[in-house]
């Protein structure tokens, strides 16, 4: 039987999504029967933008993109390749003048919400989060969707019949590697005999669900109106597993009956551009490929596919600094005919062309492996869309900045280093904060590897298609993206319940420089300030104030009103945080406080360079009265010692005290180990500091010495973690001084302050010795300098 039925039917194309031997194919077929429509499989909303594929500007991999008008998070994708079938058919029409027409369901009523006739199914799920309705569908119709509860892979099914293993590697023997006409001449053959066996595996299992029926009968409805207009003329480009349907016999009034009463919401549609990576099944695409870019390889390179393939190869291994020559290509194209030969297949696959690259090229090796399958295999293509393409005005403004500050979206991932003191790149880094702020990701910030001062950024830019999607909702905001982001900061601000997510939204605002959007947010600060009593709220919220005030000094955002508002919450901390230290803390509940002592600690050294005048003295006091608290945990205790120590604010004599005093026999070994944890441990120098104190060193010794067994099991733990912590070179030098203990006594001697140090170590300071060293190290800070 032909493709026609009975010799007079339309032309049923059946095809793989994004195969590149259905692609040729299908030109082969439409060129012998000389349609005078073509009909794809593919949302009708889609049909007044086919005009913009003939466009020079247009350069696949593109996606037709439909959502929902006033809900743009609600999407689907349809995406096309150069090497897909529909991109062919799409593209022979036009350059012909043949009408071509999109035939699926519409996107009107396969993004409304489930319900009505369809049973729940027709929704296509909600999901917003960057999974693709269109993608589901194609998903659903070729990689397995089958029986309400049997899936199936139609490919699978067919290359186990026909003895293979791999249905990849059956579907390129069968239908990559083919002539356009086949080995028989026949350009119909491939297709009357996929057709086929799509109707036997229906017979066998079943038709698919019900959202299957739904859209062949819209399909069905469209054939018969196409039948009026052209007769039986047309062709049908679709997925080879709906042929059987649109072939079989059915009424109008049965497919009216199945599509009455579908829901309906109003779509918008456009291009949008589209990777070869989201083409791959990897990247989670259900109609996706394994091997993108050799697929696009192999439909381009019309004669000595592999050779080229392998030039290609060699060439990416150069530029690797590899070194790979003319010789190594000729030998790898000789292992992967021989390869072929072997397995009884036509030509070489994909798999014979790695196995011979990976053999010859990579001296057995899969490091440089894995980089070809990343780069040529699957590939980084990313395709380009016309300006006359439909957008919303924000992506148009987004559009036009990225060419001013030259910008270009990529799909690979790349670093950008921005020094903020030039104009251009201050003007990149609040486009990419403004962008984030509305939830388009384009740019995440990383850490720089070089300086980490406040006048540099490091972003890692990565264009995915879905940000299309990100973009078309954040328009509801404005029409640029200045005020856009304005508008969203304002929103969140006044939405927000709690205080750390306006002091969040605070900080954002001065990264991305909307000063018309802080007055909105400063009031919402503060008053979530003055409503929160819980000091821990307050401890996270202190820190990106402060952050803020660094950010917009050094942006030239004006932010006095966020120091007040900084200052005020500061007060307010060191009111509230000695009485919630006291208050029977268990210790999860202690080491959550140390770490809000820490950040606030940091945060006030930022509010006092700022000119918050005396709030240093009054966070020093509050540490001091923490450290001689014998009700505040031993963790937190050590760790106000070892702040006001640090700064300077302590003298050692009055250190040596309070430890004293936390490791006497009267403290609970559990809580003397928290406070020599709090004090010594967190990795901020505390191995270096008992280097250097022998004092210190000698009161822990002291403690360690007197512990008592059965408790020394219960604070080992403790200990471990605070000097594992500890680097090799410090823990060595702490092993020795406590093996041989310090002159004069040992370490009771040192824990009375008794007499000189180990060798090399002495109890104060010899200033002509740290004289002798003074010009030397003026000229090595010199040099550094320069």
Request: glycine share 12%.
């Amino acid at each position: 039987m032909s493709p026609r039925t009975e010799a007079r039917g339309p032309l049923l194309l059946g095809v793989r999504h994004h195969g590149p031997g259905s692609a040729r194919a299908v030109r082969a077929a439409l060129d012998a029967a000389r349609p005078a429509a073509v009909l794809i499989e593919g949302p009708p909303e889609g049909d007044a933008l086919l005009a913009l594929a003939a466009d020079p500007g247009m350069r696949p991999p593109v996606a037709l993109l439909a959502h929902v008008a006033d809900d743009p998070g609600r999407a689907a994708f349809w995406p096309m390749a150069g090497f897909s079938p529909e991109w062919a058919a799409i593209r022979w029409a036009q350059a012909r003048d043949v009408p071509v027409r999109f035939i699926d369901l519409p996107a009107a009523h396969s993004l409304a919400p489930a319900g009505g006739a369809t049973d729940g199914t027709e929704g296509k799920e909600d999901r917003r989060d960057g999974e693709h309705q269109g993608e589901a569908h194609q998903r659903e119709e070729h990689q397995g969707e089958a029986l309400d509860s049997v899936r199936l892979d139609p490919l699978g099914v067919l290359a186990e019949a026909a003895g293979y293993d791999d249905p990849e590697r059956w579907w390129e023997d069968v239908v990559e590697h083919r002539g356009e006409a086949g080995a028989g001449g026949d350009p119909l053959g491939a297709f009357e005999a996929v057709g086929e066996a799509m109707g036997a595996l229906r017979e066998e299992y079943g038709a698919g669900g019900h959202r299957d029926l739904v859209r062949e009968a819209y399909m069905r409805q469209r054939m018969r109106a196409a039948r009026r207009e052209f007769g039986d003329a047309y062709a049908v480009v679709c997925g080879a597993w709906h042929v059987p349907a649109l072939r079989a016999r059915t009424t109008a009034a049965a497919d009216k009956a199945l599509l009455a009463k579908l829901p309906k919401v109003k779509v918008e549609t456009t291009w949008v551009p589209w990777t070869h990576r989201r083409l791959a099944r990897a990247g989670g695409y259900g109609a996706g490929i394994t091997s993108p870019g050799w697929y696009a390889h192999l439909f381009a390179a019309r004669d000595r596919p592999v050779e080229r393939w392998l030039t290609k190869v060699a060439g990416l291994l150069r530029e690797e600094d590899r070194q790979v020559s003319s010789a190594h290509v000729i030998e790898a194209v000789r292992l992967a005919d021989t390869l072929a030969a072997m397995r009884g297949r036509p030509v070489p696959g994909l798999t014979e062309t790695l196995e011979a690259v990976r053999a010859v090229m990579c001296e057995g090796s899969d490091v440089p492996l894995a980089l070809i399958e990343d780069r040529l295999v699957v590939g980084d293509v990313l395709g380009e869309v016309p300006d006359a393409a439909p957008v919303v005005p924000l992506q148009r403004d987004m559009t036009r900045q990225q060419r001013s500050l030259r910008l270009k979206a990529e799909a690979q991932d790349r670093e950008l280093e921005l020094d903020l003191r030039k104009d251009t790149d201050a003007a990149k880094s609040l486009l990419l904060h403004r962008l984030r702020l509305l939830g388009i990701d384009w740019g995440v910030p990383v850490a720089s590897r070089g300086s980490t001062g406040t006048f540099r950024e490091t972003w890692r830019l990565r264009w995915e298609p879905e940000l299309a999607v990100r973009v078309a909702e954040a328009g509801i905001w404005g029409t640029t993206v200045l005020g856009a982001a304005t508008a969203r900061a304002e929103a969140e601000a006044a939405g927000a319940d709690e205080l750390g997510a306006v002091t969040a939204l605070a900080e954002r605002c001065l990264l991305a420089g909307l000063s018309e959007a802080l007055p909105a947010v400063l009031r919402a600060l503060a008053d979530r300030a003055a409503l929160d009593t819980d000091v821990a709220g307050l401890a996270k919220a202190l820190p990106a104030l402060a952050r803020s005030l660094r950010y917009g000094d050094v942006r030239g955002t004006d932010a006095a009103a966020l120091g007040t508002v900084a200052a005020g919450l500061a007060e307010r901390i060191c009111v509230a945080l000695p009485p919630a230290c006291a208050a029977g803390l268990d210790a999860d509940a202690a080491a959550e406080l140390r770490g809000h002592v820490d950040a606030v600690h940091g945060a006030i050294g930022l509010l006092g360079t700022a000119g918050t005048d005396g709030l240093r003295e009054r966070w020093s006091a509050v540490l001091g009265t923490l450290a001689g608290r014998d009700t505040v945990p031993g963790l937190i205790r050590g760790r106000a010692a070892r702040l006001l120590l640090d700064d300077g604010r302590l003298p050692p004599e009055e250190t040596a005290r309070l430890m004293g005093l936390s490791l006497s026999p009267a403290s609970a070994p559990a809580d003397a180990a928290g406070w020599i944890e709090g004090f010594a441990g967190g990795g901020a120098g505390g191995g270096t500091l008992l280097v250097h104190d022998e004092r210190l060193l000698g009161l822990i010794d002291a403690w360690l010495v007197s512990v008592p067994e059965r408790a020394f099991v219960d604070v080992l733990p403790l200990l471990r973690r605070t000097f594992g912590a500890y680097e090799p070179g410090v823990k060595r030098t702490l092993g020795e001084l406590a093996r041989r203990g310090p002159s004069g006594g040992g370490a009771h001697a040192a824990a009375a302050g008794a007499g000189a140090g180990a060798a090399g170590f002495a109890p104060e300071l010899d200033e002509g010795r740290a004289d002798a060293v003074v010009d030397l190290v003026r000229l090595l800070l010199a040099g550094a300098a320069a």
